[in-house]
């Protein structure tokens, strides 16, 4: 583990896996609490160069991480973005300087809930509520210390759309081109119905204690796998759950006429729940969809129901936009970034929007989709 | 409470509430086992002509109960469909004898693993996993008992609309009409995902017990709560959550910046979750849910993934039947119902069936469509 807090940030490492970052300041919070001795977990992949014009800033999605394109520690799994990231991928890294942080909140590295407080205690429930802004305003002292004074782009899916859209509108000068994928301008009402059923999944865990359960030895993960297995069914389409699934049966043709798992789904989803828990802190899955049912960028533009409001928000951006929604993502459906696209021309930014056709639900801005690889590719050439 | 176990046929009590009718027989099940002392909670409504041609049988959703147009004797309120059923409504109880029991598994007066078994314990986990066909089946002995030999129509929406079509395959000369809303032939395989993450909110709560905790003072509100609140989701269109709630905090503007209930939507779930608890049983859930999840009308039927084999079902059909489904409903989409209108017809039976516009989601059934009132009056008119 490097720690660049020491390194003067033209000699950033290049490549850097499992690097760390401590914040030289405190961090204010919107929630109006400061965090002292903020440490960011990051990866970076290729190099800034001399003119420092190459930089792109990856945003994760809810229980992603900063491992991009390089295997996760605990799964062993490629990096999530693997397929688009890395030499001559389309966001190629022989030509581009890419920083990925593990978001405020998380628990792959950054200061969460479950790290240690200041009094040597883990944060647990004194952990701050924090918001999307709040963890890009992390990223921002981040690519200040890489030396990175402006981006080439920023880009990201889902809550990475939402950190990216964040980034354009409160550090307007910051990001070139902001790319946002599968996401939304203002968490819809329906998703927050489904994140708060899993966090009262976790907290109605009694090993979630309270909130106090890191250091006890115990930790809600009945809890977090219920609520994992909420948010996979929002994530998936019908169609991937008919074609992988269906209503087939785990053993052959027979009902168990009992309560385990006869359906090929009911595995599925258990498994998926059960290995959920082996990797994410049910603490920093709280906070982290706690910010995302804040997230409402057009928050302080002018009265409620009022539709120019987001383009109130947008009124000072600087950058040209993509946005790309999927013809199957029930979760953020094509409406949301359409009304971003809308707001955006009634700003006057430049913008980009299409609804790309791809099967796998919400989860087609990680998946193979080669008509998003073309689009990415397109919108970073020049 | 009036036992008709003791009543002939002929002197079945009018508008019989709270009634209730031991089987004189043992109940042979779907899974092989069978259950002994089966007691059935009914209502009826109108009066049983003197041809017995009058009667309707009226068949509730999951979490439904008996009492069709009298109050809920725990939560005070009105009767489930007392909009639709009553003198001069469209399910007319000046005309028609109108029966509505309580389904085998649940908990609202017939035999369910809350139940005493014959041992004089409760059942808990020992009652057997039980099928949709099985519900009817009591419902058929039920029938039998009040001097019904055959029904001037079967009605049911959600869960009631599968047992009414597996009525009509089961027991093809019984109804001679079948009225299905909001319903399916076979689970699709996103609800059965719905329905597992209920199952295991359940099963994750150490109340629960293994199942084992109807008589310890205990039971498992808080998972029976999560299981609640993701059905309750399910049950809604977006843009009723829009409408109902959007993104409106609780107080006023100001976030708590904690995780109490900010949204109004998340306070409507947690009380949607809690008062639930005070009302049914959690393996009463389990139980319905996975005979639900079971419902293959198909099955049996030839080959799986062949596009023929609904209709195969229907084959012996003797009945008319009327399909409606609701366009905000994603549960039980309009496809669900479509897939038996073709495979009716395919076997040449007479089906009429329509998509109804109507805001609610898959609760429209239940709730203010007046096109669905002018729908049921016309299919029972003659």
Redesign the interface.
Known sequence: MSDTSAILPIETPLNAVGATYDLDQPLELD??QVLHGVRIAYETYGTLNEARDNAILVCHATTGDQHLATPHPITGKPGWWSRMVGPGLPIDTDRFYVICPNVLGSCMGTTGPGSLAPDGLPYGPRF??ITIRDMVRAHVLLLKALGVENLYAVIGGSMGGMQALSLSVHWPDLARRVLVLASTA?????N???Q??G???I????EWQG?AYHGTGKSPD??L??AR??AH?TYLS?AT??EK????LQNGQA?????G???Q??SY??YQ?ESFTGRFDANSY?YIT?AM??F?LAEGHGE??HPGRLAEAFKGVHSRFCLVSFDTD?LYPTSESRTIAHALNAAGAPVSFMELSAPFGHDSFLLDVPALDRVIEGFLLR
Chains 1, 2 share one sequence.
């Open positions: 929630g109006g701050p509520v203002a968490m819809p009402v329906q927050i119905a489904f708060e059923l966090r009262q999944a907290m109605a865990d009694p909130g009945a809890g796998a219920v297995m909420a069914i019908e759950l008919s699934f269906g209503r087939r009902k168990s006429f009992g309560f798992a006869d359906f789904v009911e989803l258990r729940g709280l706690k049912s804040y409402d409620d129901d029930w």
